[in-house]
């Protein structure tokens, strides 16, 4: 059973900080790693992607990789408000549908 | 930015009855899914279509849903019988390639 791991939450930042959110997955042959943001009610959107080892930075995102721990990270820098959601963090190995995380809520606190 | 839509935005129908769920994923874009969510749940696979055909399907899609992608635009989620649990917010994505997914605004299915 393929299974992703997160911290349900709520994660309370300060507005200004930096938000960790973090994720663990169960199958080694993971090969693709997802960050998705969901507003409550609404679809989730695609925030991040990354593929190999390492950091991949988007303008205020970062996520990190860490294959051998089977470790995924996001970091929100100068988290706002308008951050408040909940992150999805999915895997897929190639030709694998995305198995999601449940989630972990966050909430920007101004 | 070209998007995936879906329709209806929201469906309330009786149990037994027969629903069709209806998305138009991103023009380009040759691999098409759909997902559940069921209230304070996870997103949660259903089933994964391309070159007009069923690639892979998980244990939830059962006999009674059957996906069709009835013209060049359209990708729709039949539902034959709805039954109660079947209650949950149904999300359509397409994607480029097998890697990123982009997700449709959802239908949320009410069975009553």
């Known amino acids: 059973q393929k299974e992703v791991e997160q911290n349900s939450g709520p994660l309370s930042v300060p507005e200004g900080a930096i938000a960790s959110l973090n994720c663990t997955y169960s199958?080694?042959?993971?090969?693709?790693f997802f960050w998705y943001r969901q507003y409550s009610g609404k679809s989730p959107e695609l925030i991040m992607s990354?593929?190999?080892?390492g950091d991949k930075e988007d303008g205020r995102f970062t996520a990190q990789l860490n294959k051998a721990s089977q470790y995924v990270s996001l970091l929100i820098r100068d988290s706002q408000p308008s951050d408040s959601a909940t992150y999805l963090c999915?895997?897929?190995?190639?030709?694998?549908?995305?198995?999601f995380g449940k989630g972990t809520r966050l909430s920007v606190i101004a | 930015e070209p998007e995936v839509t879906q329709t209806p935005s929201h469906q309330v129908t009786q149990m037994g009855q027969e629903v069709i769920l209806r998305c138009v994923p991103i023009?380009?874009?040759?691999?098409f899914y759909w997902y559940r969510q069921i209230l304070g749940q996870k997103v949660e696979f259903l089933v994964s279509?391309?070159?007009?055909?069923?690639?892979?399907k998980s244990e939830i899609f059962d006999d009674q849903f059957s996906v069709e992608r009835p013209d060049g635009s359209n990708f729709t989620l039949k539902i034959r019988s709805t039954k109660l649990e079947d209650s949950a917010m149904y999300f359509c994505?397409?994607?480029?390639?097998?890697?990123?997914?982009?997700f449709g605004p959802g239908t949320r299915l009410t069975v009553l």
């Open positions: 990354i593929y190999s080892n």
């Open positions: 279509f391309y070159n007009n055909e069923i690639s892979e």
């Open positions: 023009s380009n874009h040759l691999y």
């Open positions: 999915a895997t897929n190995s190639g030709n694998t549908p995305l198995v």
């Open positions: 994505a397409s994607s480029e390639s097998r890697n990123e997914q982009f």
């Open positions: 199958d080694r042959g993971s090969q693709s």
